[in-house]
Structures are given as structure tokens and as C-alpha cells.
């Protein structure tokens, strides 16, 4: 069983500047170090005209049932893969350690005019694999989510003021 948040932000900008902030590697490692991440790297691997797709490699402290133990980093990678016509994306985070094997953690991005502006909808999903508590960790990662949100909202506006 996996568990979903979603959230639409409603931002006052034209859905061409919201999309071109998203897919820029410099907010996206902005982004993961807003997270406190003590490293990352961001490389776009290809774009066309129809796709684009973005690599992030990200040190993190680890984290377990206990939480985020800052004496101990692993190495994570998410690849995002747009489709450049429909302002549309998904996302998949892979964590190489023994807790990738028991978690899957994906989402997705869509970027829409709204009226004089854009809404962007973003859904985040998690999948913990570990009988008797995947339930409990899956609406712990769920609640951090949720509350570092408006952190992601004021990071996003910020960055639209500079692409428009």
C-alpha cells in the first residue's frame, strides 16, 4: 500500500516562466539544499523538443526510524522526466542503501495556466515496504512533505521572479 499528498499552488506567473523555473538545474539544487542536503549535484542529461530530462544526485544525511542521524550521509539520485509540449513531469527517487529496496518514493509535476497566472499540481507518493510500521513511516515522510510545502512555494516564487 503507498500513500499520496497532493497540492496545487496557485502562482502569478505565466505557466512558461513557473515551467522554466522548475526544469532550471540551479532551482533544483536550490531546492535539495533547502532540504538540508550538504550535497548535490544537478546535470541535465538530455532535452529535445518534446522531452527533458534532468539528473540530481543529492547527499543526504541517512535517516531511519529514529530520524535524520547527521553523522552518517548516503548518496540518493532522482531523475525528473518532463514532456517540454505538455508543461507535464515525473519523478522517481532512488536511495541505494537497504532502505531503497523497502521504500519507493515517486510523484509528479503539471504546470497549468489558471486565469493570469498558473497552477501547478504537484503530487508526491511513498511506498514502505516494512511489515507491521510501512504505514507509520509512509504518513511520517507524507507529514514532512506536507510541511516543507510553503518552504517550496517561496523557493519556486523567488525563482520565477528571476525567468520572467
Not at 23 to 44: G, I, S
Not at 82 to 97: D, F, L, Q
Amino acid at each position: 500500500m503507498s500513500q499520496t499528498a497532493k497540492n496545487t499552488f496557485s502562482l502569478p506567473y505565466p505557466p512558461d516562466v513557473v515551467f522554466a523555473a522548475l526544469t532550471d538545474p540551479a532551482f533544483l539544487e536550490a531546492n535539495f539544499r533547502k532540504q538540508d542536503n550538504p550535497d548535490v549535484k544537478v546535470t541535465e542529461r538530455s532535452r529535445t523538443d518534446d522531452e527533458l530530462l534532468i539528473d540530481c544526485d543529492v547527499t543526504e544525511y541517512a535517516k531511519g526510524m529514529g530520524g535524520v542521524d547527521r553523522s552518517k550521509t548516503q548518496k540518493t539520485h532522482t531523475l525528473y522526466v518532463w514532456k517540454v509540449g505538455t508543461r507535464a513531469g515525473e519523478w522517481t527517487y532512488t536511495n541505494p542503501s537497504t532502505h531503497g529496496k523497502l521504500a519507493k518514493v515517486w510523484g509528479s509535476s503539471r504546470v497549468r495556466a489558471d486565469g493570469a497566472g498558473t497552477a501547478l499540481d504537484e503530487e508526491f507518493s511513498v511506498n514502505v515496504k516494512i511489515p507491521l510500521v510501512g504505514g507509520k513511516v509512509e504518513k511520517i515522510i507524507i507529514g514532512e512533505v506536507k510541511k516543507y510545502w510553503p518552504t517550496f512555494e517561496k523557493l519556486l516564487s523567488e525563482w520565477c521572479e528571476k525567468h520572467k
